[in-house]
């Protein structure tokens, strides 16, 4: 059921506010279909709703696909051959087909208040039925009509939707949906402010800027048929669609502030690696095949498909995430962690020497999820020692003070950071008689402050000698 037209896809983006999660995912689909299939893949600013624009929220909209590594053909920046790619630089190309569908018709004022309107609806609402928008101004001639205008009365104009009509779309997510035009109310298609709205000025652009494919969230489903319709009336050919599903939040309804952060811009100040969630984006309502959860982005091309797409809900699972995270960082170079790592640890304060950072990457990689788990760890390794209550506790315990001893003297000459440490250890507690966690505990709670940490090697390499003697000391005389 594809159309043969070459692939062109867009996102389409209101500046109101950041990026989205749902927003971002709907983007990555359209980009990894472009990507697929030798298309073009346009960014479309819908900034018609002047009160709530912003410069702010585009910079960082833009920003976010950027991160993302999203990149666009065509759109701001990137000014291609069906420009301008901002709608409220478009207005004459809606205006013009304003003209077309009031010289034709298919257009017609309404001027019904809100007043009477909001009154029909509550008496629907007394009597039980579905609100219909009654369409008492359909039947006014466009003299009576242009007469009311001109005297200055307030009008919106409506979309004249035909009686008894199936409007069928062909939708590669969902099969094919059947609309009864019936249902369809004669919508808004101009605003009494003579702004057009989302679905006139959508459907005109997308027509005039050739998208092939309109992937989007599902919620825009009820707004398809009307746009269908427009084309139709129009002359311009319609789209195919695929409408991607809702993203659930852990409580299974729509993601929402509630159940966790849903803007883009959160999990990027939150140190999640752009590939890790690039990779858990597409998870949201697609899967390559029925075991794989990791994969590069040139897998995901290799095997993307709009069929394979789920028509149910997405679950953002908030614990896959965070394993999703930590296999990406298990997988990223030393260097490359560093280089990431970097900034979270100016942000907490921290300037280490590059051979420190290095050190500290590498003993913290096998356990962080997130960039910014480096500097949360870092505190008690990279600066002073603090001791929570658990590490004092254990710093009490009996016999304590004399193994502490036992390491030290061990740890005063010899090689630096000493080859086998473990064995070293091990060897205190067998001379002892004693298990070797009686040893190991208390010594990561001198060395680190903490009974949690990374290896007790690691530490001792980021430590160095003269530190891990002092520490060592200092934890004797608490105990
Ligand atoms: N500006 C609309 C939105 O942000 C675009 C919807 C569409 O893709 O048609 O929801």
């Known amino acids: 059921m594809t159309n043969d037209r070459p692939v062109r896809v867009r996102f389409a983006p209101s500046p109101t506010g950041m990026l989205h999660i749902g927003g971002a995912r709907t983007a990555l689909f359209n980009w990894a279909f472009a990507r697929s299939n030798g298309g073009k893949f346009i960014l479309r600013i819908e900034d018609t709703d002047t009160e ?14 950027k991160w993302l590594g999203l990149d666009w053909d065509e759109g701001p920046q990137a000014e291609g ?3 301008p790619y901002h709608q409220s630089q478009r207005v004459d190309m809606y205006q013009a087909a304003i003209d077309k569908g009031m010289a034709e018709g298919w257009l017609y004022r309404c001027f019904a208040t809100s007043d009477e309107l909001e009154s ?3 008496e629907a609402r007394s009597n039980k039925v579905n609100w219909q928008h009654d369409a008492r101004w359909r039947g006014l001639s466009a003299d009576e009509s242009q007469t009311k205008a001109d005297a200055g009365d307030s009008f919106v104009i409506r979309f004249r939707v035909p009686a008894g009509e199936c409007v069928v779309v062909q939708d590669h997510i969902r099969g094919e949906v059947k609309f009864a035009s019936d249902e369809v109310e004669d919508w808004v298609a101009v605003r009494s402010n003579g702004m057009p709205t989302y679905n006139f000025v959508c459907a ?34 319609v789209p195919d669609f695929a409408h991607v599903p809702l993203i659930l939040g852990a409580d299974g309804k729509k993601l929402s502030k509630r159940t966790g952060d849903t803007a ?43 069929k394979k797409i ?8 908030t614990d896959k995430l965070n394993w999703i995270c930590g296999e990406y960082i298990r997988n990223t170079s030393v260097s490359d962690l560093c280089a990431a790592v970097e900034p979270f640890m100016v942000e907490a304060g921290y300037s280490l020497a590059p051979e420190l950072l290095a050190k500290l990457v590498t003993a913290l990689q096998p356990r962080a999820n997130l960039y910014s788990h480096f500097a949360e760890q870092a505190a008690g390794l990279v600066s002073e020692v ?23 003297a061990q740890l005063q000459d010899g090689e630096w950071p000493p080859a086998d440490f473990f064995s070293l250890v091990k060897q205190i507690a067998s001379d002892n008689e004693v298990g070797i966690g009686k ?17 007790l090697a690691d530490v001792l390499n980021i430590l160095g000698r003269e530190q891990s003697l002092s520490r060592l000391a200092k934890a004797g005389q608490l105990v």
Request: proline share 3%.
């Open 81 to 83: 051959d069906f420009g």
């Open 52 to 65: 709530r624009n912003s410069d702010e929220s585009l910079q960082s909209i833009l920003e976010s696909m």
């Open 439 to 455: 040893i190991m505990k208390p010594l990561r709670c001198a060395l680190t402050g903490a009974l949690g940490g990374p290896e």
């Open 120 to 122: 029909q609806r509550e």
């Open 204 to 237: 005109i652009d997308d027509a005039a800027m050739q998208i092939s494919h309109v992937i989007r969230g599902e919620e825009h489903l009820v707004n398809t048929p009307k746009q269908v319709m427009l084309c139709q009336a129009l002359g311009m050919p």
């Open 264 to 306: 883009l811009g959160d999990y990027i100040k939150s140190g999640h690696p752009d590939d890790a969630l690039f990779n858990f984006l597409c998870l949201l309502g697609f899967a390559i095949d029925d075991k794989t959860t990791v994969f590069s982005r040139d897998e995901l091309l290799q095997n993307f498909a709009l």
């Open 310 to 317: 789920s028509k149910g809900g997405a679950l953002f699972d």
């Open 386 to 408: 603090t001791y929570d209550e658990k590490a004092k506790k254990e710093l009490s315990k009996e016999g304590v003070l004399q193994y502490l001893e036992l390491v030290a």
